[in-house]
């Protein structure tokens, strides 16, 4: 079955530094979602990219989806403290989506 | 507007003991999933329900889970009996339908499960 897998597994910065956490499938998608969980708290959704070669920019977030469609990029200009949490990329397959394990971002201020 | 509610928050049971959780999804979502969360992974889908038809359960362990969402809202989630592997929080998620192509999915806060 379709897996996704996310690198890094943890990231640590400062604040003010830049972040980018890399989503990739075994299979093509047919789009990909974003969520972003708080520590204690539960996913949440952020974006939604559909076509291929896709940019999607939300204030310091910006999405990509690869041209194969088979990959996704997170990346955050300078981050800030709010930016804590772990980032969740999230295929899909049929009806369901698939999660990636995702990536805890820690900033230190 | 209300978003999914979930209940209880927290649970801590003995093994072999069963347990059931609850959500009410966001008023009008006709698709309501029931995912676990095991420490530091993603949410991993359990059953997914179409209405009150439950379109894919593969990867419900049917041995000792089971759900039902009657008359296409609320839904419930019981495990019996329990083991210590299914400690683990248990999200549960509602988005207008699963097939279209824009269907952001809601989270509930979740049930933090604790099999001692």
């Known amino acids: 079955g379709q897996q996704v897998m996310q690198i890094p597994q943890y990231q640590h910065v400062q604040e003010g530094e830049d972040f980018t956490t890399y989503c990739n499938s075994s299979?093509?998608?047919?789009?990909i979602q974003w969520y972003k969980q708080r520590p204690g708290g539960h996913p949440v959704f952020l974006i939604q990219?559909?076509?291929?070669?896709e940019v999607k920019k939300q204030k310091r977030l910006t999405f990509q989806f690869g041209e194969a469609k088979k990959n996704s990029s997170l990346h955050i200009t300078a981050t800030q403290t709010t930016d804590v949490g772990t980032y969740f990329c999230?295929?899909?397959?049929?009806?369901?989506?698939?999660f990636g394990q995702g990536t805890e971002l820690s900033v230190k201020p | 507007e209300a978003g999914v509610v979930q209940s209880p928050r927290y649970k801590i049971i003995e093994k072999k003991q069963p347990v059931a959780f609850w959500c009410n999804p966001i008023?009008?979502?006709?698709?309501l999933y029931w995912y676990r969360q095991n420490l530091g992974q993603g949410p991993e889908l359990l059953i997914r329900?179409?209405?009150?038809?439950?379109?894919?359960d593969s990867q419900l362990p049917k041995d000792r889970f089971s759900a039902e969402r009657l008359k296409g809202v609320d839904s419930t989630l019981k495990i019996q009996p329990a083991e210590l592997g299914d400690s683990a929080v248990y999200l549960c998620?509602?988005?207008?339908?699963?097939?279209?192509?824009?269907?952001?999915?809601?989270f509930g806060p979740g049930t933090r499960l604790t099999v001692l």
């Open positions: 998620a509602s988005s207008l339908r699963g097939a279209g192509a824009y269907n952001e999915q809601f």
């Open positions: 990219l559909v076509k291929s070669g």
């Open positions: 329900y179409e209405n009150e038809e439950a379109v894919d």
């Open positions: 299979t093509t998608l047919s789009n």
């Open positions: 008023s009008g979502h006709n698709t």
């Open positions: 999230a295929g899909r397959e049929g009806g369901k989506l698939i």
